[in-house]
């Protein structure tokens, strides 16, 4: 049998766009999923679940309502179920992101030019 690990500089190396996070695996009801970010994401939240980001390159800020969390390379931070949040990357940064399936990576935003479709594999 076979076994080929997934290559997160390659994956990477398949798009450019921002704010589009894209499949590179299922774990469970879960998927993995890389992005690239740059400038200001939207306020939102995930009332149903919580989302986990992970930093692979770069240096990314979580705003919150009453302060904030900044991760740099190999950092990692849990934001909680209904918490609202904004994302933010001065320069490009590179992530991954833990996420229930199926999941709206603009959570409760209305009308987001940044929605990005939620089964789009590389």
């Given at each position: 049998?076979?076994?080929?690990?997934?290559?997160?500089?390659?994956?990477?190396?398949?798009?450019?766009?921002?704010?589009?996070?894209?499949?590179?695996?299922?774990?469970?009801?879960?998927?993995?999923?890389?992005?690239?970010?740059?400038?200001?994401?939207?306020?939102?939240?995930?009332?149903?679940?919580?989302?986990?980001?992970?930093?692979?390159?770069?240096?990314?800020?979580?705003?919150?309502?009453?302060?904030?969390?900044?991760?740099?390379?190999?950092?990692?931070?849990?934001v909680p179920?209904?918490?609202?949040?904004?994302?933010?990357?001065?320069?490009?940064?590179?992530?991954?992101?833990?996420?229930?399936?199926?999941?709206?990576?603009t959570g409760?935003?209305?009308?987001?030019?940044?929605?990005?479709?939620?089964?789009?594999?590389?």
């Amino acid at each position: 049998m076979n076994y080929p690990s997934i290559n997160l500089q390659e994956k990477l190396s398949k798009f450019s766009e921002h704010w589009s996070p894209k499949i590179i695996a299922q774990m469970n009801d879960y998927h993995l999923k890389l992005a690239k970010v740059q400038g200001e994401f939207v306020w939102h939240s995930h009332p149903e679940t919580d989302e986990v980001f992970i930093v692979v390159k770069g240096n990314l800020d979580i705003l919150f309502r009453d302060g904030k969390v900044s991760l740099n390379d190999g950092e990692m931070f849990v934001v909680p179920k209904g918490v609202e949040h904004k994302p933010v990357a001065e320069q490009e940064c590179h992530i991954l992101l833990i996420e229930p399936a199926g999941l709206v990576n603009t959570g409760t935003a209305k009308d987001s030019t940044l929605t990005a479709p939620t089964d789009v594999w590389i």
